[in-house]
C-alpha cells in the first residue's frame, strides 16, 4: 500500500470514527433533552428496571383519565377539542416532570419509576394526538 493510498485509508478511518462519535453525541443530547429518556436513563444508571406494561401499580383513576382522553381521540377529528386535549397532555407531561424530578432528587427511586411510567402513558397519548393532526 503505497502512502497515498494509506493516507486516503486513514482519513477514510478518521471520518467513519467521527460520524459514528458524532451520531453518539445525538443520540446521547436527545436522550437527555426529554425528560422521559432522561428517566428512564437515570434510572437505567441505578440499576432500577424500568415498570413494564404488565406492571399494573399505575391507580385505577390515573387509568381512567387516560381512557377518557384516548376515547376523546377516537371521536372525530374537531380542532378545538384537540387543542384541549394537547393543553391537557402538555399541562400533566409538566406535572409528572416536576413530581420525576423531585423523585429522583430525594433519591426515590420506586416513586419516579412510577411516575416515568405515567409519562410513558402520556407520551403514546401525545403520539396518537400528532398522527390525528397530521391533514389527511
Known amino acids: ?46 440499576g432500577v428496571e424500568p415498570a413494564q406494561e404488565t406492571d399494573s401499580d399505575a391507580d385505577s383513576e390515573f387509568l381512567m383519565e387516560i381512557m377518557e382522553i384516548n376515547e376523546k381521540l377516537a371521536e372525530p377529528k374537531n380542532d378545538e377539542v384537540l387543542g384541549e386535549i394537547e393543553t391537557l397532555i402538555k399541562d400533566r407531561q409538566e406535572e409528572l416532570t416536576e413530581e420525576v424530578t423531585a423523585a429522583f432528587e430525594r433519591d426515590d427511586l420506586q416513586e419516579a419509576k412510577k411516575l416515568l411510567a405515567k409519562m410513558k402513558y402520556f407520551a403514546n397519548l401525545e403520539d396518537k394526538l400528532k398522527n390525528k393532526k397530521i391533514p389527511s
Open 1 to 46: 500500500m503505497g502512502q497515498h493510498q494509506l493516507y486516503l485509508f486513514h482519513r477514510q478511518q478518521e471520518q467513519r470514527y467521527s460520524e459514528q462519535h458524532s451520531s453518539l453525541v445525538n443520540k446521547a443530547y436527545q436522550t437527555l433533552l426529554h425528560p422521559l429518556s432522561r428517566g428512564l436513563y437515570l434510572l437505567e444508571l441505578s
